[in-house]
Every structure is written in C-alpha cells, then in structure tokens.
C-alpha cells in the first residue's frame, strides 16, 4: 500500500504552473521538495520548436543524487491534458529523499489538478530519461486499451 504525502504545493509554484498553462511559452518547470513543501526549482525552461530538444535539454540537467520533479508540456491540441508530470528519483539518492517525493507524486498532481495531466513518468537512471525511452513510453501509453469479443459487439 502506498501512502500519500500531505505537502503542500508552495503559491509560489502553483502561480507558476497556471501562467504557463495559460500564456504559453514554457516547456518544463522543475519541482523540488524543500521543507516539507513543493517548491519551484529555478525559472521554467522555455517552450521551442522542438520537444525532442526540449527533452533532450531537461534530461542533460538531471543531477545523480539529487531527485526532482518536471512538470513536462506535451506538443498537443488537448488544452485540458498537455503536461506530464515526470519523477526523477535517482538510484543511490538518499532513502528519506527517495521515499519523500515517491510519496508525494499523487498529491503533487491532485493539487495542481490532475485534468491537466495526461501521463506520469518515472526514471532512476540516465538511460531511463533519453528521449526513445519516453516516446517508447508515450507510444504504449497511447494505445487503446484491448476490447473483449462483448465490448466490441
């Protein structure tokens, strides 16, 4: 069983995510959690004309040791679910650090509005965050799930 954090995003962080859902031009906003609070990690990076190299980007920045979070804006029209929301949490990274934000991603997503979110991802190591592994990822999240012989009648 799973248990769910009670930390609370920082209005520092939630003003953030609301001006990029709602005047664009930001790819992926980095989210720590520092005393007991979800915080903004830096100034958003900005949105291009490529999410491969936007991706390419975030994943160049990862520190070993050191988890984070990303809330990552997918190229599409689907204005309600455009962002995924993806977990760092490195091997070797402390285990309170690791137990803290594995226990917080739900609430995370729950406060800034789970509509807003089409996908989660998760990585503990370098490889885990290239670029093939997530469209991989975002291919097999895509597809319909199976019908049974009654639900296609």
């Known amino acids: 069983m799973t ?13 953030a995510f609301a001006k990029a859902r ?6 992926s906003i980095k989210v720590l959690i520092d005393n ?5 990690g830096g100034q958003p990076n900005p949105l291009t004309n490529s999410m491969k190299d936007d991706w390419n980007k975030l994943s160049s920045s990862l520190e070993a040791k050191k988890p984070c979070y990303y809330l990552f804006k997918l190229d599409t029209t689907d204005q309600a679910s455009q962002w995924v929301l993806l977990s760092w949490v490195p091997d ?3 285990v309170k650090d690791r137990m803290m934000y594995a226990s917080t991603r739900d609430a995370l997503k729950k406060q800034l509005g789970l509509s807003f979110f089409a996908d989660t991802y998760h990585g503990s190591e370098k490889n ?26």
């Open 36 to 40: 007991e609070n979800l915080i903004l």
């Open 3 to 15: 248990h769910t954090s009670r930390i609370p995003v920082s209005d520092e962080l939630e003003n």
């Open 128 to 153: 885990d965050f290239t670029w093939d592994s997530f469209s991989s990822h975002r291919d097999k999240s895509a597809a319909p799930a199976p019908y049974t012989a009654a639900e296609v009648q």
């Open 22 to 27: 709602t005047e664009g031009g930001v790819r």
């Open 92 to 94: 070797g990274s402390p």
